[in-house]
């Protein structure tokens, strides 16, 4: 059986990571499902948007396919409110009133009023300053960097699972060609002894035409021979076997070669000249078909 190294990876995955800084909090959720290509998408809340950029270029640099997800969610602790007293308005306000002080009726300020006066008492301003902003978002930048290291660590997982599976299928593969290549030995007489048979019940005395006979049976032999198919297929085993353990993105190739190996099955069918050899054929059709459905999941 082929050494599987658990260098697949897949393209179903989840992580999640949290953070916390300042008045901050949030957590970033990762996961991806599959894909022919790679797509990313970002989800964040209003103002955050800019992070996007950093889950594009961290989804290429980690990804070759599939659709993946980043969502983050973030919360600002709430505080006590405070106020400002505006003193310049206040000031402002005290000499308007000595204008009107020698007036009959007009008494003196008092602080309970003034503060009553739109625009004396603001609301202090609780927005981040910019400094702290640019921290905030450089510690959830590296949460996004953290969920999507754990997805990548999630999908190899999955690859490490398939791993068993797929070179388990790539052997029964392997193990059927060589089933094919022994029965295949016994096609050429088995085409002969049939066409002989086949002649004798049409001409009551064949022996006459036994050189013709030959003949015809020789051009429906080499028109049935097998041995490229099979020499295809066990090439394209060991092409599989390689892909299983290479360390890059191997589930393109692995698709393609599955296509190959149905050209292939389906060329030995058509020219199989023995029940048992077709009965082979469609057994290799149904494992390769396991493969393809397998491979889907590949990245």
Not at 20 to 48: H, I, K
Request: glycine share 8%; with cysteine; net charge negative.
């Amino acid at each position: 059986m082929a050494d599987h190294k658990a260098l697949l990876s897949g393209m179903t995955g989840f992580a999640r990571v949290e953070g916390a800084l300042g008045l901050w909090s949030w957590s970033v959720e990762a996961r991806s499902v599959n894909g022919r290509n790679l797509e990313t998408r970002f989800r964040a809340p209003s103002g955050f948007e800019g992070l996007e950029r950093i889950v594009r270029e961290g989804g290429q640099a980690r990804f070759a396919r599939g659709q993946v997800q980043v969502a983050l969610s973030a919360r600002r602790a709430e505080t006590e409110a405070s106020v400002r007293i505006n003193t310049a308005l206040i000031e402002q306000l005290l000499k308007l009133c000595e204008t009107y002080a020698d007036q009959p009726g007009v008494d003196r300020p008092r602080l309970d009023g003034l503060l009553t006066v739109r625009g004396v008492v603001e609301a202090a301003d609780e927005s981040d300053r910019p400094e702290d902003r640019v921290a905030v978002e450089a510690a959830m930048a590296r949460s996004i960097h953290e969920a999507l290291d754990g997805l990548k660590q999630s999908r190899q997982a999955e690859g490490a699972a398939l791993a068993p599976l797929l070179s388990g299928l790539v052997d029964r593969v392997a193990a059927l060609t060589a089933q094919a290549e022994v029965e295949a030995a016994g096609q050429p007489a088995a085409i002969r002894e049939r066409f002989e048979r086949r002649m004798g019940e049409l001409i009551a005395d064949p022996r006459p035409i036994e050189d013709r006979i030959f003949q015809e049976a020789a051009i429906m032999a080499g028109k049935a021979d097998v041995r490229e198919e099979l020499d295809r297929l066990a090439a394209h085993v060991d092409s599989a076997r390689q892909l299983l353990v290479s360390d890059a993105a191997s589930g393109r190739r692995l698709d393609f070669l599955t296509q190959e190996f149905l050209r292939e099955t389906n060329t030995l069918c058509s020219k199989s000249a023995t029940v048992a050899l077709t009965g082979i054929g469609l057994e290799l059709k149904a494992v390769i078909e396991q493969f393809r459905e397998q491979i889907q999941n590949v990245e």
